[in-house]
């Protein structure tokens, strides 16, 4: 259809072409590495928060999506400036900090910004307190516009969405929710982000040798659904050298829901189903450490101290025992009453996350939905296990890293000029629920930038404070330090 609709638009002149309002992010409807084939311009129809997609980041990671299957196509972000959500009031401005925040998250993560407003009578309007904010925001944009149209993407890491898995996998027998994996995405970004991690995301339908190179490591968080094609793809990619973190149900089910006799990429991780999903009924499993194990002091375990379990996911997957495990799991048991609250098995041999090197390939599986639980919970020691896997398996090398104070997303473009490091801060108690009505400034930023070979810097420039800040160039990185942030700092990278 949209093919037909396209040569339609060029009947009248070679020049025209069809564009529908698209969005959803990683539950968009069409197969968008497709539709990103054929697609010329992407409306990202992603106007603000509503009740389903709370979290302050839903905008960026739309762009991140757009940028997965558009290949540097145009991509526009539609923000709306009136009262987005459940309930919504059309004719009603939303917060100022709400609007910029979307329009930043608009740019920083590759999109171009589109704000409008519906009723305004042609911009006489009863409620006119949108429009400042516009006009003062396109007129930053305008001044420092050149930095502001990335060529690529500089990250090392890369999270397979699987949009099929999104869209018919209804999650567990013990857990089924048409929100299950919308809950599973939601735990994996806001653990990156708390990592300050810079990544990509990659579909599932483009997961040839070429596009994979550029990443150290991939993230498969429960992409229950995978062709054999796809899994062969995986296995390629880590005999190149990649590694890999998987979860709970990945690769159980071919491309039509069907399910396989074990995990696709078994043979690969050395994690073998034994048996269906346990679920935990409210109670959870924990995961013993292995004080036999001939490596205590594994990177996993880092930052656990004075503990001989950690918590486990609400469902897990039985895998088949393995040799020298790290994690064992503890089946979950009773709160109530008090009396009972022990565990009846409190040793095992099931592995609670299994571990293999392969030559600099590193893989890890968690067999159970770690992610989600982790959004259920705010569990502080889940939190920390994905994030020690996530460094592990890139052997903690991050190509920038930003340290201080604050929730903060990054996005680190090449652009004409140069580099272009965007930092959105997401330090307010509305970040995930509801419109920000206040943003926190953040304290000193510290960022470390490693740059390729023959690479010189000339100046460093912060966008919205409109000022340089010095730098220093040694061993192959620069660093410079952002003295503080409101909601939103760009630091331009100009090259010699």
Same mark, same amino acid.
């Given at each position: 259809?949209?093919?037909?609709?396209?040569?339609?638009?060029?009947?009248?002149?070679?020049?025209?072409?069809?564009?529908?309002?698209?969005?959803?992010?990683?539950?968009?409807?069409?197969?968008?590495?497709?539709?990103?084939?054929?697609?010329?311009?992407?409306?990202?129809?992603?106007?603000?928060?509503?009740?389903?997609?709370?979290?302050?980041?839903?905008?960026?990671?739309?762009?991140?999506?757009?940028?997965?299957?558009?290949?540097?196509?145009?991509?526009?972000?539609?923000?709306?400036?009136?009262?987005?959500?459940?309930?919504?009031?059309?004719?009603?401005?939303?917060?100022?900090?709400?609007?910029?925040?979307?329009?930043?998250?608009?740019?920083?993560?590759?999109?171009?910004?589109?704000?409008?407003?519906?009723?305004?009578?042609?911009?006489?309007?009863?409620?006119?307190?949108?429009?400042?904010?516009?006009?003062?925001?396109?007129?930053?944009?305008?001044?420092?516009?050149?930095?502001?149209?990335?060529?690529?993407?500089?990250?090392?890491?890369?999270?397979?969405?699987?949009?099929?898995?999104?869209?018919?996998?209804?999650?567990?027998?013990?857990?089924?929710?048409?929100?299950?994996?919308?809950?599973?995405?939601?735990?994996?970004?806001?653990?990156?982000?708390?990592?300050?991690?810079?990544?990509?995301?990659?579909?599932?339908?483009?997961?040839?040798?070429?596009?994979?190179?550029?990443?150290?490591?991939?993230?498969?968080?429960?992409?229950?659904?995978?062709?054999?094609?796809?899994?062969?793809?995986?296995?390629?990619?880590?005999?190149?050298?990649?590694?890999?973190?998987?979860?709970?149900?990945?690769?159980?089910?071919?491309?039509?829901?069907?399910?396989?006799?074990?995990?696709?990429?078994?043979?690969?991780?050395?994690?073998?189903?034994?048996?269906?999903?346990?679920?935990?009924?409210?109670?959870?499993?924990?995961?013993?450490?292995?004080?036999?194990?001939?490596?205590?002091?594994?990177?996993?375990?880092?930052?656990?101290?004075?503990?001989?379990?950690?918590?486990?996911?609400?469902?897990?997957?039985?895998?088949?025992?393995?040799?020298?495990?790290?994690?064992?799991?503890?089946?979950?048991?009773?709160?109530?009453?008090?009396?009972?609250?022990?565990?009846?098995?409190?040793?095992?041999?099931?592995?609670?996350?299994?571990?293999?090197?392969?030559?600099?390939?590193?893989? #890890?599986?968690?067999? !159970?939905?770690? @992610?989600?639980?982790? %959004?259920? *919970?705010?569990? $502080?020691?889940? /939190?920390? =296990? &994905?994030?020690?896997?996530?460094?592990?398996?890139?052997?903690?090398?991050?190509?920038?890293? #930003?340290?201080?104070? !604050?929730?903060? @997303?990054?996005?680190? %473009?090449? *652009?004409?000029? $140069?580099?272009? /490091?965007? =930092? &959105?801060?997401?330090?307010?108690?509305?970040?995930?629920?509801?419109?920000?009505?206040?943003?926190?400034?953040?304290?000193?930023?510290?960022?470390?930038?490693?740059?390729?070979?023959?690479?010189?810097?000339?100046?460093?420039? &912060?966008?919205?404070?409109?000022?340089?800040?010095?730098?220093?160039?040694?061993?192959?990185?620069?660093?410079?330090?952002?003295?503080?942030?409101?909601?939103?700092?760009?630091?331009?990278?100009?090259?010699?």
């Amino acid at each position: 259809m949209w093919q037909r609709y396209d040569a339609i638009a060029k009947e009248k002149h070679p020049d025209n072409f069809f564009f529908a309002n698209s969005g959803g992010n990683v539950r968009g409807g069409p197969n968008l590495a497709r539709l990103g084939k054929v697609s010329t311009w992407f409306q990202a129809d992603n106007q603000g928060r509503t009740f389903d997609d709370s979290a302050v980041w839903g905008c960026s990671l739309q762009g991140r999506v757009c940028r997965a299957v558009l290949d540097g196509k145009f991509a526009a972000n539609v923000t709306a400036a009136y009262s987005t959500g459940t309930p919504g009031w059309r004719n009603a401005s939303k917060s100022p900090n709400e609007i910029r925040m979307w329009l930043s998250e608009s740019i920083a993560s590759g999109m171009a910004p589109y704000l409008h407003f519906v009723g305004a009578e042609g911009g006489r309007g009863e409620d006119r307190r949108w429009q400042p904010v516009g006009v003062e925001y396109f007129a930053w944009m305008s001044r420092h516009d050149r930095h502001f149209t990335p060529r690529q993407s500089i990250a090392n890491l890369g999270i397979v969405f699987g949009q099929a898995t999104q869209l018919l996998y209804p999650g567990p027998a013990t857990s089924p929710s048409r929100q299950y994996m919308h809950e599973t995405t939601q735990g994996l970004y806001d653990a990156l982000l708390r990592g300050r991690f810079t990544f990509d995301f990659v579909h599932e339908d483009l997961l040839d040798a070429e596009r994979l190179s550029k990443y150290r490591a991939l993230i498969l968080p429960n992409v229950a659904m995978l062709s054999d094609r796809q899994c062969e793809q995986i296995r390629s990619y880590v005999r190149a050298g990649g590694s890999v973190v998987a979860s709970f149900e990945t690769g159980l089910y071919d491309e039509n829901l069907r399910p396989r006799r074990d995990l696709g990429l078994a043979d690969l991780f050395g994690a073998h189903k034994n048996g269906d999903v346990v679920g935990t009924n409210g109670n959870p499993y924990y995961a013993r450490i292995v004080t036999t194990h001939h490596d205590k002091q594994h990177p996993l375990l880092r930052g656990f101290h004075e503990t001989n379990w950690l918590p486990g996911a609400e469902n897990r997957l039985p895998l088949q025992p393995v040799q020298d495990p790290l994690l064992t799991v503890v089946p979950g048991f009773v709160r109530y009453p008090p009396e009972l609250a022990y565990p009846p098995v409190s040793h095992t041999d099931e592995p609670a996350v299994t571990l293999r090197e392969m030559g600099c390939s590193r893989l #890890v599986w968690f067999p !159970g939905d770690i @992610e989600r639980t982790y %959004w259920l *919970t705010g569990n $502080g020691d889940l /939190l920390k =296990l &994905l994030q020690n896997a996530i460094r592990w398996v890139l052997h903690d090398e991050q190509l920038v890293t #930003v340290e201080g104070e !604050g929730l903060v @997303e990054n996005f680190f %473009w090449e *652009t004409d000029p $140069g580099y272009a /490091l965007h =930092l &959105l801060n997401y330090n307010s108690p509305n970040a995930q629920h509801g419109w920000l009505l206040s943003s926190g400034s953040l304290g000193p930023q510290r960022v470390v930038v490693k740059l390729p070979s023959g690479v010189i810097v000339k100046t460093v420039e &912060l966008l919205r404070a409109e000022q340089t800040v010095p730098f220093q160039c040694s061993d192959g990185r620069l660093q410079f330090t952002v003295p503080s942030m409101h909601e939103y700092e760009v630091a331009a990278i100009t090259l010699t």
